[in-house]
């Protein structure tokens, strides 16, 4: 099999096949993810091949969602359960936090939970309240989950499988409004896969490095491009680091990257107030403490709840607002 | 969300008295009972052909445990207040309605019970002395759910009704449950109490369990308080027959009657296995001691409203009955008796010698695959806790 140009949405949804053909036991479970392959249709086809017992359309109940794919699991299941959009998971949390997370922990691993939660998340996308949050640490604080995000089309086909495969549960965050967004992908090519639990470097650089993950990552991305190629001056060389896993965090890709330009800008689209940005700042600090030349900076959305989306494009972290951050630390 | 630890309200008003003696009065007519308070046999067509096979002696086995694990319970109780365990969450009153509840059930059935369920869990097989822990603080939950089919404790009101239910999807799924499996089906059995029909859990699970055609018996131990909240606190209408505006069936019985809940589960089990269900049962009964060693019920209720229920003791009614219909001699009686002193002084030895757990206890089993950074921690505090060794 050759290389195809695919979505990120294609390349999820090519990986929850892959995984359900892999094990029966996976199942989809969610609201709308049957018939009508989710709202960004992202399950497209699933109940159709695989049939309404292995991809579920489920009551419009969040709790029900978490709390019977919980059952499920210690049934013997890997259920997969879809929320529809960041800002309707917390009817959910109770059985998350309460349950999901810690039924390995209490049973002292007789019970495990392989349950992964996908989560489309972020804003950028014009919809209305509720739609666009970015609730990561929310999650991130919990122990006994883990979470991640994917941040392009490559990685979210090898990470759903990856978080599908974990016998713990997985809150797996997906960039909406990246969804869209092309690359190549050779499913036969896996020279590509990392590790779920690892960060992973996507452009050198030695004067600054810029750390984030889901959305930001092409915003990122897009910076060093741009930073690189600067007209009149002499080009800045950012490294970029897709974190990827924001729990447990892997920072020690980080960290090589800091002792090297010494200085770090950490983005991302949550708010900022004891946030993973902030994990990842304290962190760093505490491992570079010798080799920072500036304070780690953070560009991220703002500690407000989420705006009307008329305003979200000075709410999401954007090129200018990255370099301007870049311009600092290395003023500093 | 009422609280485990169960601090008491202030006085309750006049009306609140009467509201509570008035909701804990009487099952009502549509109350399933086979054996009387005054241990009299009561003819119920209906339900009386799924105990048939309880002769004197199955009538015996059944008095045995409601002793024992009386017996037990009053022990742990004793344990928590000479500072043994930090609480108790006393079952003294509901003994039938879990007797008679998990002797319904079969070894393949799978139960997730709340954490007053004692009873349940002695019928699964699990040793009074594993539940200690968990009251000691020694551990979360000391048994193996998927060996014994009895879930861990479920502390957050409600959360069991959901994982129940999902459980009983997948056995559906794994086609244990249809017409042809009678005997061999499989079926769960979700326990919860009154106040937890508030919970908005509990609501889903039905909504779940009835799409799906989920075969789960959810047992709801109305025992008329949510530590200091009387039933008509959390609803206008009988709990049982909230089942049919979710399109299952839904019976109240005399929790107190071990008897009738032994017939009503069997019942409700079948039906599930058979693909019938889900069944919601509702077993009247009564909290006859305190919401946790925490609470106190004197705040809230009246003293008449506990001798009231003496009169109705889910163990007596069975003593009588097998004297005045069986001529049970008092030899056997003495002899569950003293049984039951032997467990109780078996459990007060083992709770004296746990073993408090050790640091590393902290940071055991949080993951399946283990996580580098709480790997580290976990190394980082124990060298540091080591440092003071000599």
Redesign the interface.
Known sequence: MGASTITMAKALNNGLRAAMERDPKVLVMGEDVGKLGGVFRITDGLAKDFGE?RVLD??L?E??I????????????RPVCEIQFDGFVF?GY??IV??LA?????????????VVVRIPFGGGIGAVEHHSESPEALFAHV??L?VVACGNPVDAYWMIQQAIE???PVIFFEPKRRYWEKAELDESDRTVVLPL?RARVLRSGSHATLAGYGPVIRTCLDAAAAASSSHGQSPIELEVIDLRTL???DLAPVYDSVRRTGRLVVVSEAPSEVSVAAEVAAKVQQHCFYSLEAPVLRVTGFDTPYPPSGCEQDYIPDLDRILEAVDRSLAW | MASFLGFAEPEPTPQQVIAGLRATAEGGEDLVQLLSPEGERVTDSRFEPWVADVDVDRLRALYRDMVLVRRADREANALQRQGQLSIWVPLLGQEAAQIGAGRALMPQDMAFPSYREHGVAWCRGIDPTELLGIFRGTDHGSWDPHATRFHLYTIVIGNQCLNATGYAMGQRFDGRVGDGEGETGEATICFFGDGATSQGDVHEGFVWSAVYDAPVVFFCQNNQWAISEPLERQTRVPLYQRARGYGFLGVRVDGNDVLATLAVTRWALQECRTGNGPVLIEAFTYRMDAHTTSDDPSRYRLAEELELWKLKDPIERVRVNLVRTHGESQEFFDEVAAESDTLAARLRAHCLAMPKPKPERIFSEVYAQSSPLLDAQRDEYLAYHSSFEE
């Open positions: 017992q489920t009551p109940a709790s029900g978490i709390g019977t794919a919980v059952g499920l699991a210690i049934r013997g299941y009817p109770d059985q309460s349950q810690k039924l390995h922990y209490r049973s002292q691993g007789r019970v495990l939970m392989p122990p006994g883990k974990c016998d713990d639990f729990s447990p965090l």
